[in-house]
């Protein structure tokens, strides 16, 4: 890390700490999420033989062991866990959601923490999943349908729009703000290339503004969570200071993980605020960088407004829910010729633009139902019809390599394909084989 800036002010900031918060901290961690819809952690622990160890900031992330490739292993693409360095996965955590409540990930491409708040919902619930940069909502999209969570709501909108659309709406709410990105040096080196302070200081008034908005959309009684991947006085505890004095019905709850740091008093930028209820984690912590703070607005919860929705599907689209899965969470609703099942608690007509809401089902191509891939990562566990492989079996890579693979559970028709229980997408059984139909662009190819 060689910025000057940076060295200067965190060598001031923390002097003879300074060579133990950073330099001495050589290991770069991997880690991976997993997701708390498709299985537990001790269960995963048991079932993943690439993993190190459990990482101390929150239960459900893991160390990797060296030289692993995480992005091609069957369970990747099951959505069974999310690549996502550790300091990263605690944010999310902290807001203890439950499932039924509503949530709102405010800057949230690609999607690690919104799937961790996905998955604690338990398919109950709302989570309003917004991403200002139009490219980057679809990347949030296409994980959140991995990572199979059906009750999101994707937008990509300016904060201020989705505050607009949510007055007081929301339980918890998280910021993981966009930032100067110092947690990103040892990883990125164009994160150090870019950094300035100039930057800093831009990035403060853009999380300055984003908390704003949060602070509207957050109902009496809601939490909110901010958080950033750098190290910045004016990005972190005097961002929290700032805050407060302009929102004195906010206060500061405390964090304390199993690894690292108070909040310093160093950092408030004179702002008078206990600084030492956030949390901060360094490198020499076992992770790259974050830090954090919950806050809770004063008042008590409302009960919540649902809105909604009255529609039937298309009588093959209805017919082929029925025969394959029975009843599913949701509303079913019709965009162009395609259908998707929507979360009860969303409205997505409107002026918000929304990259997806809920699931989309599938549409009807010459009087048949033809199922979308995101049906089979959301519900293809419960599916009547699968053909089961195991990570043991060699049918699995050749699957994932979008060959043809020979039938031995399922009937004939279109099926779900599960690696231990897990959703590959679907395929089409018939004389005994399993045409594959598992997107192109997903498969492990070379
Ligand atoms: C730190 S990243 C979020 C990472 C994400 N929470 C995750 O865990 O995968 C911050 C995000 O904020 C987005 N962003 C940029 N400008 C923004 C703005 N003006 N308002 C809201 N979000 C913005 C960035 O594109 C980026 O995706």
Redesign the pocket.
């Known amino acids: 890390m060689s910025d000057s800036y940076f060295e200067a002010r965190e060598r001031e900031l923390l002097g003879e700490q300074y060579q133990k918060m950073y330099a001495s901290a050589q290991h770069v961690y991997r880690a991976v999420t997993v997701n708390l819809l498709r299985t537990d952690a001790q269960t995963f622990a048991r079932s993943a033989d690439f993993l190190e160890g459990p990482a101390p900031f929150c239960p459900e992330s893991f160390y990797l062991k060296e030289n692993t490739r995480p992005g091609r292993h069957p369970y990747h693409h099951a959505g069974v866990y999310y690549v996502q360095e550790a300091s ?1 996965a605690a944010p999310a955590a902290l807001l203890n959601v439950q499932p039924g409540d509503r949530v709102l ?10 799937s961790q708040l996905g998955a604690r919902l338990q398919g109950k619930g709302l989570l309003v999943s917004n ?3 139009a490219a ?1 909502a679809q990347i949030l999209k296409n994980n959140l349908e991995r990572m199979g969570i059906f009750n999101a709501w994707v937008l990509n909108e ?2 201020s729009h989705v505050a607009d659309a949510f007055p007081e709406f929301f339980d918890k709410v998280l910021v ?4 100067s990105g110092e947690g990103m040096f040892r990883k990125e080196e164009e994160a150090l290339r870019q950094h300035s302070q100039a930057l800093v200081r831009q990035c403060s008034e ?1 999380g300055a503004e ?1 908390l704003g908005h949060a602070a509207r959309c957050l109902a009496p009684g809601g939490l909110l969570c901010y958080s950033t ?1 750098t190290f910045a006085p004016e990005e972190d505890e005097g961002q929290i200071g700032r805050f407060l004095s302009r929102h004195p019905e906010f206060s500061l709850l405390p964090v304390r993980l199993a690894a690292g740091s108070p909040g310093e008093e160093a950092r408030r930028c004179g702002w008078d605020f206990d600084a030492s209820l956030c949390w901060r984690i360094y490198p020499c912590h076992g992770g790259e960088g974050h830090f954090m703070a919950l806050l809770q607005k004063a008042g008590t919860p409302q009960p919540g407004r649902s809105v909604s929705h009255k529609a039937k599907p298309a009588k093959e689209c209805g017919q082929f829910l029925d025969e394959m899965f029975g009843q599913l969470p949701g509303i079913p609703v019709q965009n162009g010729d395609r259908w998707y099942l929507v979360p009860e608690l969303a409205s997505p007509a409107g002026r918000l633009r929304t990259v997806r809401c809920g699931v989309e089902l599938g549409s009807v191509v010459k009087g048949r139902f033809v199922p979308a891939h995101g049906l089979a990562m959301a519900f293809g566990g419960l599916c009547r019809n699968t053909e089961q492989l195991t990570l043991a079996d060699p049918r699995t890579a050749a699957w994932l390599r979008g060959e043809e693979i020979a039938a031995k559970t399922a009937g004939n028709g279109w099926t779900a394909v599960l690696v231990d229980g897990f959703p590959l997408g679907w395929g089409k059984c018939s004389a005994g084989r399993v045409k594959n139909h598992y997107p192109k662009g997903l498969r492990n190819l070379g």
């Open positions: 990263a990930d405010l800057c949230a491409a690609p999607g690690g923490k919104s991403e200002y940069v980057r300016d904060a993981d703000a966009p930032c853009m984003i991947c």
